[in-house]
């Protein structure tokens, strides 16, 4: 089973930029797909943005769209999320999740449809 690490969060001003990074240990995420989540304090764990390891292909939220960007390294069998512009509401603690996709159960856009979770990173954004 794939491991997962994330990290990179950070306080930062509205405007500003980060890069949050989920490392796979144990295994690959060949053949997986691999997703961003991120809940505020009080609110449902909400779909930010997710890729087809093999393909590419990517998809985001309508609130993110144009502002962040899904990415992966297989030389460092690493997912990043790339997050522009950040606003107040982007305030959250971000997770990573990955889900085989001869396993799959639900769409990526579904906590469902995935199994393997990361223990999440902080993101403050101070207007």
């Known amino acids: 089973q794939v491991q997962l690490v994330e990290s990179g969060g950070a306080v930062v001003q509205a405007g500003g930029s980060l890069r949050l990074s989920c490392a796979a240990s144990g295994r690959s995420f060949s053949n997986h797909n691999v997703g961003w989540f991120r809940q505020a304090p009080g609110k449902e764990r909400t779909f930010v943005a997710a890729?087809?390891?093999?393909?590419?292909?990517?998809d985001y939220a309508d609130s993110v769209k144009g502002r962040f960007t899904i990415s992966r390294d297989n030389a460092k069998n690493t997912v990043y999320l790339q997050m522009n512009s950040l606003k107040p509401e982007d305030t959250a603690v971000y997770y990573c999740?990955?889900?085989?996709?001869?396993?799959?159960?639900?769409?990526?856009?579904?906590?469902?449809?995935?199994?393997?979770w990361g223990q999440g990173t902080q993101v403050t954004v101070s207007s």
């Open positions: 890729i087809n390891w093999n393909v590419g292909n990517t």
């Open positions: 999740a990955a889900q085989l996709r001869a396993e799959l159960t639900s769409g990526w856009r579904s906590t469902y449809g995935y199994s393997r």
